[in-house]
């Protein structure tokens, strides 16, 4: 079995007190046709900044909006994992970028003393600052953070399972070019999308066109709010890969093989419990004793988050 070895990453170059300034570049969106959701590719020119060639593919920068909370305080930051290679969106570590989804919906109560009938408009602080941003505008960013959901060292010595839902295709999309442009890897890379709806898939022109140019990158999309081509129901990532195990059990089987997850919190949950239901699950998590005679099926996600501990082989983001 080969342990990955992980790189030594930068961390909290720039501080949330001394944040570097870079200038939006770009800030397109990286959707087709009509989706409830507003997601953009957001560009970042990081040049002459203390970040500048200091960010690994895998990791997350802050970004501080301007303003200040409801207690007066300045807005704390919030963190976007990087959507590009570890020597950027050009090749020389001065262009970042991020994907950026608006956090948009109608107020509900949040604590006690919250008004129930308070349904106006709720907008993300940071989402929607980012995502308004036009090129030439400055925005703060602190960072890197993140010394654990990195490609390995030895790219080459490693195959790939990467799975995401939402805005958690964000480090894919730096992996995938990674990998396959600039390493012209020969390593198997499997990628797995979950969105709601097809015209909620993030950056597919893409994926497909990688998958076309390079015969060891194979894209998989998990829709759950559309029926499947064969008629089926809509499905979640880990249907797809419990219908698809006869690809996926092998993969995940050879001792080469990465899984890394990243997207909403909880989506771990599901596809852990039809690892552990196909018995392929022992090289990516241990189970303690308290869940090992629950039938994986019946676990429920808050035995999954206490009880399940992911290995080395397993790397997982999740917010
Ligand atoms: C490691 C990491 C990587 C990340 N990478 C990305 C990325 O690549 N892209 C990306 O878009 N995001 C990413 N995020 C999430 C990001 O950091 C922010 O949390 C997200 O953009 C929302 O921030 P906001 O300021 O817009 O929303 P906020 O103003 O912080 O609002 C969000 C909070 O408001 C509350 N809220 C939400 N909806 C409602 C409602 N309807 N009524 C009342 N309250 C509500 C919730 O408590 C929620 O936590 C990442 C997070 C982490 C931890």
Redesign the pocket.
């Known amino acids: 079995m080969t342990q990955p070895q992980l790189p030594d990453a930068a961390l909290g170059i720039a501080h949330v007190s001394s944040p570097v300034t870079g200038k939006i570049v770009s800030n397109e969106t990286c959707l087709k046709g009509k989706s409830a959701s507003f997601v953009r590719h957001t560009v970042i020119d990081i040049s002459d900044t203390l970040l500048e060639g200091k960010c690994l593919v895998g990791q997350?920068f802050g970004v501080l909006a301007p303003g200040m909370n409801e207690k007066g305080k300045p807005h704390k930051v919030?963190?976007?994992?990087l959507a590009c290679p570890s020597d950027g969106e050009n090749g020389d570590g001065k262009v970042i970028s991020?994907?950026?989804?608006r956090?948009i919906?109608?107020?509900?109560p949040?604590k006690t003393g919250d008004d129930p009938n308070d349904h106006s408009l709720?907008l993300?602080?940071?989402?929607?600052y980012l995502c308004n941003l036009k090129p030439g505008d400055e925005v703060r960013i602190t960072g890197p953070n993140?010394k654990r959901f990195l490609l390995p060292s030895k790219t080459e010595q490693h195959d790939y399972l990467f799975v995401a839902t939402g805005?958690g295709i964000?480090p894919f999309r730096g992996m995938a070019l990674e990998l396959l442009e600039k390493n012209s890897t020969t390593s198997q890379v499997h990628l797995l999308m979950g969105a709601p709806y097809t015209t909620d898939l993030i950056y597919d022109d893409l994926f497909k066109r990688l998958e076309k140019e390079h015969k060891n990158f194979h894209y998989h999309t998990a829709i759950s709010r559309e029926p499947t081509l064969d008629g089926g129901p809509g499905q979640y990532v880990h249907h797809y890969l419990s219908k698809h195990i006869n690809i996926f059990g092998q993969f995940l089987e050879n001792p080469r093989t990465l899984l890394y997850i990243c997207g909403l919190a909880g989506m771990q949950s599901g596809l852990f419990k039809v690892m552990a239901e196909h018995s392929i699950g022992n090289n990516y998590f241990t189970i303690r004793e308290k869940l090992a005679d629950i039938p994986p099926s019946d676990w429920d996600v808050n035995q999954v988050r206490k009880c399940v501990k992911i290995t080395d082989r397993c790397m997982v983001?999740v917010?």
């Open positions: 997350a919030r963190l976007y994992s991020t994907t950026t989804k956090e919906g109608e107020y509900y949040q709720f993300g602080v940071c989402s929607n993140g805005t964000a983001e917010y």
